[in-house]
């Protein structure tokens, strides 16, 4: 196993008692079987300790990697990229239907936690799941499907309910994406034109460091269906970038996937940063949080009005719209929302008090924080936050009766 020892951020290192590698399906059951606490490592990309483990880290590495594709559903093992699947299924004339900003990370692993892209008609990538098998915290290995009971409380798990080591996706035909940037988008303009910027493009994303009042950035991806004319110059009070850009001050062009308006595969456009280079800033912290949508233009004037101390410690703000979906922890639980990131500087003394105060500022407006992400809203808020937490609770009761899956993480909010 490599890297083992701290995230992809580096905030974090683990320091698990065993490393548990199991090379098939027997062998996990078994370590499963014989641990007391356990947790998988995806590709290591969350910023809290979710996958953290002070007992066995259980990686995937070394299990064998298979993706089949049949009658639009792709059967995929435990420890696939969305960037190697992506090319498999681009070459086999398939597509899923979103991706988040970078390819890099485990599909098992952004789906557990209810990663997301960009666009009004997109649900969370764990919304392309058709059906999921996990190793369970008895050593039982269970499928759901859509059709069974406890799948809607499955699908975003948090790593709680056991080991998953197969997924089904539900696929769409390829696809061509072409993007176009605009910058320099005055607050003013987004706040009259929200609806038709968001609805613009297949995904779309605005970037704002919330001081200048002003969105640097904002990228339109858009599906290539037949002779489509150029972007217009100007859109929204803003004007046509006249190269590739960064979304993040400071970094390369070169780390992004092209845009201007040049046609390409999908899984080529829809991530912002190409699978063989650094994705984001390389340093830094981020946290998210989803606002319902009918709230989300007062939350981001809220925002606007502590830009100044945001500014003083953000490399970059992201907003995406998210389509509601029926997963019990999903962030976007029955409310069509818009998702309020930040990419922090790599300071966590000095991050921590202005995440705090972006909570504060956020609270009337429901925030529910991304599960791979920084946050310090207390255990209770979060757990009122969802509807049916109670429930997800005893689903991991049931599945894992041991507790197993339970690391310091989860305790305060699966534990009564
Ligand atoms: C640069 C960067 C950009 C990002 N961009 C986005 C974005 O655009 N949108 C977004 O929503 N998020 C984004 N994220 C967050 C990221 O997508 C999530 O944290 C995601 O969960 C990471 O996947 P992973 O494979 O690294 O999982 P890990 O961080 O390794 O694990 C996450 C959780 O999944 C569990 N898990 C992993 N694999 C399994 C398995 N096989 N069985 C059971 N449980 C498992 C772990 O135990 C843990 O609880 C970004 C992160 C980074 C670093």
Redesign the pocket.
């Known amino acids: 196993m490599t890297s083992v020892a701290r995230?992809?951020?580096g905030n974090l290192t683990f320091q698990p008692r065993h490393i548990g590698c199991p090379r098939n399906l027997e062998e996990l059951v078994e370590l499963v079987e014989r641990s007391e606490h356990c947790?998988?490592?995806?590709?290591?990309?969350?910023?809290n300790a979710?996958?953290d483990c002070d007992d066995t880290l259980i990686s995937?590495h070394d299990m064998p990697t298979a993706v089949s594709i049949d009658s639009g559903r792709a059967t995929i093992t435990?420890?696939v990229r969305y960037g190697d699947l992506a090319i498999r299924l681009h070459q086999a004339g398939w597509a899923v239907e979103n991706l988040?900003?970078?390819p890099?990370?485990?599909v098992?692993?952004?789906c557990?936690?209810?990663?997301?892209?960009s666009g009004d008609a997109h649900g969370?990538l764990t919304t392309a799941i058709a059906s999921i098998t996990?190793v369970d915290g008895t050593g039982r290995v269970v499928c759901f499907d859509r059709a069974h009971p406890d799948f809607a409380g499955a699908g975003v798990?948090?790593?709680a309910l056991?080991?998953?080591?197969e997924l089904v996706l539900e696929l769409v035909p390829t696809f061509e994406v072409r993007q176009w940037v605009y910058e320099g988008v005055p607050f003013t303009e987004v706040a009259q034109h929200f609806d038709e910027i968001t609805s613009s493009g297949y995904s779309v994303s605005l970037f704002t460091t919330w001081d200048p009042p002003v969105m640097r950035q904002v990228w339109v991806k858009e599906r290539v269906d037949g002779d489509q004319p150029p972007a217009p110059g100007r859109r929204w009070g803003g004007s046509l970038a006249d190269g590739p850009r960064n979304p993040v001050p400071g970094m390369p062009a070169q780390n992004c996937t092209p845009q201007q308006g040049q046609p390409g595969p999908w899984h080529e456009r829809l991530p912002h940063?190409r699978l063989d280079f650094t994705?984001?800033a390389g340093e830094?912290l981020?946290t998210?949080y989803f606002v319902p949508r009918p709230l989300a233009l007062d939350a981001m004037k809220a925002l606007a009005r502590i830009g100044k101390r945001i500014a003083s410690v953000v490399q970059i703000s992201e907003i995406r719209t998210v389509k509601g979906d029926d997963f019990w922890l999903s962030p976007a639980y029955q409310r069509d929302s818009v998702?309020l990131?930040f990419t922090w500087i790599a300071d966590e003394a000095a991050v921590l008090p202005v995440v705090a105060e972006v909570e504060e500022v956020l609270r009337p407006f429901e925030p529910r924080p991304?599960?791979?992400?920084i946050f310090t809203m207390p255990a209770a808020e979060l757990r009122a936050r969802y509807p049916r937490f109670d429930d997800f609770v005893a689903l991991t009761e049931r599945y894992d009766p041991q507790r197993k899956f339970v690391n310091a993480f989860l305790a305060p909010l699966l534990l009564r």
Do not use: C, D, Y
């Open positions: 995230n992809w951020a947790r998988v490592l995806g590709t290591g990309h969350s910023f979710i996958a995937l435990g420890m988040g900003s970078l890099h990370i485990s098992a692993g952004a557990a936690t209810a990663t997301h892209g969370v996990f798990h948090l790593g056991g080991v998953v080591s940063f994705p984001s830094e981020q998210e998702a990131h991304h599960w791979g992400k």
